[in-house]
């Protein structure tokens, strides 16, 4: 395998007393969409900002393009994407114009520029609102533009923080396709989020990340297989009856997760567990089966959900 | 539509090195775009304020004081002569504390645009001095204009007048960046900008001889005259505009307490901007 572009071992940074990153490995390669999966707080931005070269760490080593982000921020940021968490657009200026003005931050000649605007309006889908100003477009159309934006320089890295939190879910779709197309075409992807679709649909390889440690690391796929069973049976008695009725269910499966609305029962065959439920005599109020996700990967490993 | 364009690593095109000598004036670039749009209010207040002004005070008010005072004038001449280098200290300090000041709070706190422009090759010393070169920008036609308009009423009267254009912006220069430096620290802006209007801003117009020369003053209040920088940049004003008398000693002072605070503003302005950036 090449040499990664980012690699960071033993990745630490406190805040005072407070742990933001305690301890981090991982190495990011060319052409590959790489996940920060985990709750806020999980210290995702904070890893995100040092790769970014705009915080510095407490202890560690990362490289960035084989350089040190301490030492050569202006250097490794003029070869990355980036897309904050909040769209921090000019808001006085035109969708076209905040495209301009931020290749032109990058010393990259205007013509150049010029072209690239049209060719990223298109890509985001705003060519017709090429020229309105910034503050009447939709929290969809702000994010599309502030990932256009992250793309002007042709950057080595998109690094993207929870790109569709507070969307929609039709303008989540739209720019899960985008950056989908993105990913297609090889560009690298850094994402960090704390939705499980999201980081399943996007991303090769991810770490899960709690409380400023890395909880696992795989492919979306590979840390289902490890940390869940196939199928998961959730079953609702009643807030006031699940967890009378626990002990009864945790005999008939693998493992169980009590939530405070549900019952989650781990299982290779989600069909025939529940069959097995009526059997006993156990009527649940309703139940569902489906395929094991990475939230469940989480409770795992945490015993917290995602989003609470 | 094709997205087939979006390439990765456009190695030759962007040039840190090139970021890294012309930063700032990629900075005021963005920021005198922003300032386009709403530049003809900019522009008439510039108009509207000197003509308010030396009407008002210089020639009303002023009629008055020079029917009181005769011949012999205010500092040897009329009224309106001697207030107009004052106002235009006070129109530079005004517009570079706008251009400074706001656009601080904006970038930092309100759209927090400086942020996307450190995660470009800029660094937190190049946006400061950025929105610093606007300010001077716009003092610099703020100053023009209202000079202009003090020659349309006959006050000035020396020919090296013009000199007072550079003086005032170096004022408001002084003052804009010790602003900047200010603005890069606050968290909270409501307070400040009371604090600013009510116990800053008004106590130095009113009190570094602008309407009056500071010798008029008991002298306990003079203090507050000394550390302004309207009333330094107004007594080289009044020098250069009607040959006020401003020993060459003084006009060193002068000049060396309004390039200290140009080169502090300078210095904590950078220095806030990247660690509040890197927090």
């Not at chain 1, 490890?226 to 199928?231: C, F, L, M, R, V």
Request: neutral net charge; charged residues 20%; contains cysteine.
């Amino acid at each position: 395998m090449s040499n990664p572009l980012i690699s960071a071992r033993g990745l630490t940074k406190k805040f005072g007393d407070f742990t933001a990153v305690n301890g981090i490995d991982f190495d990011v390669f060319k052409g590959e969409s790489f996940g920060f999966l985990g709750p806020n707080g999980a210290g995702k931005s904070t890893a995100m900002r040092i790769i970014g070269a705009t915080s510095q760490r407490t202890s560690g080593t990362i490289t960035v393009l084989d350089k040190d982000p301490e030492i050569n921020g202006p250097q490794i940021r003029a070869h990355l994407g980036v897309v904050p968490q909040q769209d921090n657009l000019d808001m006085q200026l035109s969708v076209a114009e905040n495209l301009y003005i931020y290749g032109r931050y990058f010393g990259l000649p205007r013509k150049f520029v010029k072209g690239k605007v049209d060719e990223l309006l298109a890509f985001a889908q705003l060519e017709e609102k090429r020229d309105a100003k910034v503050e009447t477009l939709s929290g969809g159309m702000k994010r599309r533009l502030t990932i256009a934006r992250a793309l002007v320089s042709e950057p080595e890295i998109l690094m993207l923080d929870e790109p569709t939190t507070g969307l929609d879910p039709q303008a989540r779709h739209i720019l899960w396709d985008r950056l989908f197309r993105l990913k297609e075409q090889g560009v690298t992807l850094l994402i960090t989020t704390h939705f499980m679709d999201e980081a399943e649909q996007l991303c090769d390889r991810l770490i899960v990340m709690d409380k400023g440690s890395i909880m696992a690391e795989g492919s979306p796929a590979s840390l289902i297989k490890d940390y869940s069973t196939k199928e998961v049976l959730e079953v609702r008695f009643g807030s006031d009856r699940n967890q009378s009725m626990a002990d009864q269910l945790r005999a008939m499966c693998d493992r169980i997760e009590e939530l405070p609305d549900r019952v989650l029962m781990y299982t290779e065959d989600g069909e025939a567990l529940l069959e097995k439920i009526y059997a006993a005599n156990l009527h649940p109020k309703t139940s569902l089966v489906r395929r094991s996700s990475l939230e469940d990967v989480f409770l795992r490993l945490t015993g917290r959900t995602l989003i609470e | 539509m094709s997205i087939t364009n979006i390439r990765q690593g456009s190695l030759v095109l962007v040039d840190s090195a090139k970021v890294q000598s012309r930063g700032a004036f990629y900075v005021a670039q963005a920021r005198t775009r922003q300032m386009m749009k709403w530049i003809w209010m900019i522009i008439g207040i510039a108009i509207a304020n000197p003509i308010l002004y030396l009407i008002s005070v210089g020639i009303g008010l002023g009629g008055l004081i020079d029917q009181s005072v005769g011949p012999a004038g205010v500092d040897g001449v009329k009224y309106l002569t001697f207030l107009a280098p004052a106002l235009l200290a006070q129109a530079a300090i005004q517009g570079t504390m706008d251009e400074t000041v706001f656009p601080t709070l904006e970038g930092f706190k309100w759209h927090k645009t400086f942020y996307s422009m450190n995660s470009t090759p800029l660094s937190g010393t190049q946006i400061s001095y950025g929105i610093f070169l606007t300010a001077l920008f716009r003092a610099f036609y703020t100053v023009v204009l209202y000079f202009g308009v003090m020659w349309a009423f006959g006050a000035v009267e020396s020919s090296r007048a013009w000199l007072a254009i550079p003086t005032a912006i170096f004022a408001g220069a002084s003052f804009g960046a010790l602003m900047q430096a200010l603005a890069g620290r606050l968290e909270d802006e409501n307070i400040f900008f009371v604090v600013l209007g009510r116990f800053v801003m008004m106590p130095l117009f009113m009190f570094s001889g602008t309407f009056f020369p500071l010798t008029s003053m008991p002298f306990f209040l003079q203090w507050i005259g000394w550390i302004s920088p309207l009333w330094h940049a107004t007594e080289l004003g009044r020098h250069l505009t009607y040959g006020h008398v401003v020993s060459p000693t003084m006009v060193w002072v002068h000049f060396i307490f309004l390039g200290i605070m140009l080169v502090l503003g300078l210095f904590f302005s950078a220095r806030i901007f990247t660690k509040r950036l890197a927090k």
